[in-house]
């Protein structure tokens, strides 16, 4: 073993989602899978995923706004809205607290 490989650090933990390297404190590890691990971006997207599905199988007023929601975020997507300098500052902050 030579001294490169003993001073070495680890890589960096991957998420599962996307690919990215981070920090331990930026992941969240999947409960009995310790293994797994997603950062919160990805986490929020899986969310965001598991709660329209969910509004596809019962109906609610509330579903009903969140697809409206996700309706407009695609739209903001496709027309490249999130880059613009400022408005898409804006819009990625509002995006944090919206469902």
Do not use: K, Y
Not at 29 to 57: I, M, T, W, Y
Not at 65 to 89: C, D, F, K, Q, Y
């Amino acid at each position: 073993m030579s001294v490169a490989d003993e001073t070495s650090q680890p890589p960096a933990p991957l998420c599962w989602c996307c690919g990215n390297q981070f920090e331990e404190h930026d992941l969240l590890r999947l409960g009995s899978h310790p293994e797994a691990a997603v950062c919160f971006n990805c986490a929020r997207f899986l969310h965001r995923r598991a709660v329209g599905q969910e509004d596809q199988r019962r109906t609610t007023l509330a579903g009903r706004i969140r697809t409206g929601i996700t309706g407009v975020r695609e739209w903001i997507i496709a027309h490249n809205w999130h880059r613009l300098p400022l408005l898409g500052s804006l819009l990625q902050r509002l995006d944090r607290h919206l469902p």
